[in-house]
């Protein structure tokens, strides 16, 4: 199994910043698809980012939801396990519990979850 944790939720004001981590715990080893999705208040839970990701480190290997992109960075952490997500040049319509994923590069479904952070973003 895999354990996720987000962390680096908070409120900012529009066009602000905010950078998102994400720690992996147990079975990490091997080749997994990491990703953060959101989901906003009466509103399904979309795709933002996705990362390749290689015995707890990233491969370099990004995607992005077209609404984030050239705003949002995803990225491996300097520490083991941890994934990053940058945030820039925030909006309102970021606003939204942002949840880490995984899943076994085998299977395309997302496995496991995180509890998610909440981002607020004032207009």
């Known amino acids: 199994q895999v354990h996720l944790v987000e962390s680096g939720g908070g409120l900012v004001q529009a066009g602000g910043s905010l950078r998102l981590s994400c720690e992996a715990s147990?079975?990490?080893?091997?080749?997994?698809?990491m990703a953060w999705f959101r989901q906003a208040p009466g509103k399904e839970r979309e795709f933002v980012a996705a990362?390749?990701?290689?015995?707890?480190?990233?491969?370099?290997?990004?995607s992005y939801a077209d609404s984030v992109k050239g705003r949002f960075t995803i990225a491996g952490d300097n520490a083991e396990s941890t994934m990053a997500l940058e945030m820039n040049n925030l909006k309102p319509d970021d606003t939204a519990v942002y949840y880490c994923?995984?899943?076994?590069?085998?299977?395309?479904?997302?496995?496991?979850w995180g509890q998610g952070t909440q981002v607020t973003v004032a207009s």
């Open positions: 147990g079975r990490t080893f091997g080749k997994f698809g």
């Open positions: 994923a995984a899943r076994e590069w085998i299977y395309e479904q997302y496995k496991f």
């Open positions: 990362i390749t990701w290689t015995d707890g480190r990233s491969d370099g290997s990004t």
